[in-house]
């Protein structure tokens, strides 16, 4: 006996079985909600943990020649599940003709409202996106140089702009660019007549 | 034009979700459970719940094996039916429909118990037509829930049920710390040790306390990777529910209460575990134990006859669920009429199912409350079956239910262990002796057969102390075997015999179906592997 009074008896083997009583209680429970993983669990995991590393830091590459809105969108809500870091960069193309910093006010208003709409993107998805205009003789160049200085886990490029085809079907920078690049490149791709989960009415393969 | 799969039950079910599933279940039984057995074993009570307990643990080993091996939705009825075919898969399934039915009534019964805690006027000792009314009430709402198609969700039985974990931790952990003294409990077991006959009769009532776990063998369809996960909750439930019952019975048989204990009906002073097993008291003893907690005790009045009172109501309702579920499965397997398969066209419920079960559960509420609402039946009972009645009735037969399908699931697993060696077992029983049985190495399970011998101890004791059990549960099953074979013979389906189904190609599916992938592969390995031997001793 501990103590004793008319409220409360306190006793070593009281005392060592309630400890008991907790201790293989919790222990029980947490021992039942943590079962080895299964082989595709394992799977799933490395999946999950090669992604967390792959955007780890995002460049999303809009330009003349690619058209990146719909990849922004899927990169803020990457961003915004990974809590990577964010960067949109608009590359134009300054021509051999044209010094390197020449002023090109059409493609410059193009580029910043590619950028508008992926810092809204951005917003929306309650994440933030560092934005930069980039005037370079060469794309991909510029788009590899970047990924390069900012350690980027991850490119992301669109689809090639209507009317830009250059004989190469991804369009030939964005397949120069998922060729030559020393990290992952994510291109996403517009279907022409919808998604595979929608069909637009009217298109060849709606009934 | 592709074809659509039938749809499959999602596999949703969460570690978390498969223990609580079977724990709304078998957490509400000690609720009821420990007043019946201080009742009746007196300070022999925590040697009942011991070796009650070591059964159980027996019957949990077997679910467990069997449940990760057939993760199919069927539980103890299905296990049999496929270890010893259809004539037994049959009384199995009609000893769990017994036990459902009575699960109802049983646990709605006890749920006002004790809502009576707090509203005195729901007391069964002065107000037998309230607390009848009541719980009839209950009944049927909870049927007409299940007709129209809502059931609780898991999680709030995960909510429910983890609320209650941490609760009687709490009673009990306090309970130890402020007010047990092992002198008393010795002096107790010392004083107050039952006849043998009181003793056999606390046996057979504490396996009341254990039953339920087929709850998680009934999910197993629903839970992700069941191989894997159902061996896990399956043991977390089985030591968990022993740990209370053992702890509860101990405490209540050397605690020094908080506040005075009442005189008995003669004026007499009596002591905790006297006056938790009294027929006032025995259906709400977890509620008074807990206010008899120093200090913990003055919040747990409150609280604790409120979560028992959800918990039992869950249980109920799954009496009412899984006795509508089991019928509807037989129906399906050809061992009940094919009105038990027939679904409401708009509420997709089994509706005859359901009705017919509520309404059996609802004459076992009548015949139980019969003698607190007449006098008159009252005597009748009293010189017809000993003074049994109301919840004593109620738990003799669950519990004659309940040692009858866990007897039956126990050869079933031997049979299935000789029968079918191919079935990859992620959990095996340990203590096995290796055997070579038509051709095929086997593993014969020792624990089996000790489970088996104790669950008939438990049946033999619930026939020689229960009068109502020993009437009431054979004619339950013979009534059973009637219909059985009436219905067989109009269907020109095998009397004695099972009807042949392709037992390889089904546990082929089962494994797909419940995502054991590298199972599946292991048995169809094992199957090529078999046939090929086979094959090469023909020549």
Not at chain 2, 30 to 54: D, E, K, M, T
Not at chain 2, 76 to 88: E, S, T
Not at chain 2, 201 to 215: D, Q, R, T, Y
């Amino acid at each position: 006996m501990i103590y004793h009074n008319d409220a409360v008896t306190i006793t070593v083997a009281g005392v060592v079985i309630a400890a008991v009583i907790m201790v293989a209680i919790v222990a029980t429970l947490w021992w039942m909600l943590h079962p080895p993983a299964s082989f595709v669990q394992k799977l799933a995991r490395e999946a999950e943990t090669e992604l967390e590393r792959m955007v780890g830091s995002v460049v999303v590459v809009f330009s003349q020649e690619i058209e990146s809105n719909h990849m922004m969108a899927l990169a803020a809500k990457l961003a915004s599940g990974e809590k990577s870091e964010l960067l949109a960069i608009y590359v134009i193309e300054v021509p051999y003709t044209l010094p390197p910093d020449a002023a090109m006010p059409v493609e410059e208003r193009a580029a910043l409202d590619a950028l508008g709409a992926a810092e809204t993107i951005a917003t929306n998805t309650d994440v933030s996106v560092r934005t930069d205009i980039i005037k370079a003789r060469s794309t991909k160049q510029a788009v590899l140089d970047l990924a390069k200085r900012e350690k980027a886990n991850l490119i992301v490029l669109g689809s090639f702009r209507e009317g830009k085809y250059s004989g190469a079907p991804l369009g030939r920078t964005i397949e120069e660019i998922a060729a030559d690049a020393k990290c992952d490149v994510l291109i996403g791709v517009e279907g022409k007549h919808g998604t595979l989960l929608y069909e637009e009415p009217g298109s060849p393969a709606s009934p | 034009m592709s074809k659509t799969s039938q749809p499959e039950l999602r596999r949703s079910v969460t570690p978390w979700g498969s223990f609580s599933w079977g724990y709304s279940d078998v957490g509400a039984d000690i609720f009821v459970g420990l007043g019946l057995v201080l009742g009746a074993a007196a300070g022999a009570s925590n040697v009942a719940f011991l070796f009650a307990g070591i059964v159980y643990v027996c019957i949990g080993l077997a679910y467990t094996e069997l449940a990760a091996t057939y993760p199919v939705a069927g539980g103890g009825q299905y296990f049999v039916l496929r270890g010893l075919g259809d004539i037994f898969g049959f009384i199995a399934g009609w000893a769990v429909l017994l036990d459902f039915t009575i699960d109802i009534a049983l646990f709605a019964w006890s749920c006002v118990d004790y809502l009576s805690e707090l509203l005195p006027v729901l007391n069964n000792a002065p107000h037998p037509w309230a607390h009848f009314i009541v719980v009839l009430g209950l009944m049927i709402g909870l049927c007409t829930l299940n007709f129209i198609g809502v059931r609780e969700s898991t999680a709030f039985n995960g909510f429910v049920s983890g609320l209650d974990i941490i609760s009687e931790t709490a009673i009990l952990t306090l309970g130890f710390l402020f007010a047990f003294s092992p002198h008393l409990l010795v002096h107790t077991m010392q004083t107050s040790w039952p006849t043998p006959f009181e003793f056999m009769k606390g046996i057979s009532l504490a396996i009341v306390s254990f039953v339920g776990l087929e709850s998680i063998s009934q999910a197993a369809e629903e839970t992700q990777r069941p191989a894997s996960i159902i061996p896990r909750t399956s043991t977390a439930l089985i030591l968990t529910i022993l740990i209370f019952a053992l702890s509860y019975a101990n405490l209540a048989l050397g605690m020094h209460t908080w506040h005075p204990i009442p005189l008995d009906a003669h004026g007499h002073p009596q002591m905790l575990w006297q006056w938790l097993g009294n027929t006032d008291n025995n259906g709400k003893a977890v509620a008074l134990i807990a206010k008899q907690v120093p200090y913990w005790g003055a919040i747990a009045a409150f609280y604790v006859p409120v979560l028992g009172a959800i918990l039992l109501l869950i249980s109920s309702n799954s009496g009412v669920f899984g006795s509508s579920r089991i019928a509807y499965a037989m129906s399906k397997g050809g061992l009940l009429p094919s009105i038990f398969e027939r679904v409401h066209p708009r509420f997709r419920t089994p509706t005859v199912s359901l009705l017919v079960f509520t309404s059996v559960s609802i004459l076992e509420l009548i015949f139980a409350a019969l003698p607190s609402l007449d006098p008159n039946m009252a005597a009748l009972y009293a010189r017809l079956f000993n003074g049994e009645s109301g919840i004593d009735f109620l738990g003799d037969l669950y519990a004659f239910g309940a040692a009858t399908s866990y007897s039956f699931v126990f050869i079933a697993l031997i049979a299935l262990r000789l029968t079918d060696p191919l079935s990859p077992r992620k959990f095996k029983i340990p203590l096995n002796i290796p055997v070579n049985f038509r051709g095929e190495r086997a593993e014969f399970p020792v624990i089996a057969v000790l489970g088996f011998i104790g669950i008939v101890a438990i049946l033999v004791f619930t026939m020689i102390t229960h009068p109502i059990g020993r009437i009431a549960g054979p004619s339950w099953i013979v009534l059973g075997l009637i219909l059985y074979f009436i219905y067989r013979k109009r269907k020109g389906l095998p009397l004695l015999h099972s009807h042949k189904r392709d037992w390889r190609n089904e546990q082929l599916e089962i494994l797909r179906r419940a995502g054991e992938l590298e199972l599946m592969d292991e048995y169809a390995a094992n199957l090529k592997a078999s046939d090929e031997r086979r094959a090469k001793a023909a020549v």
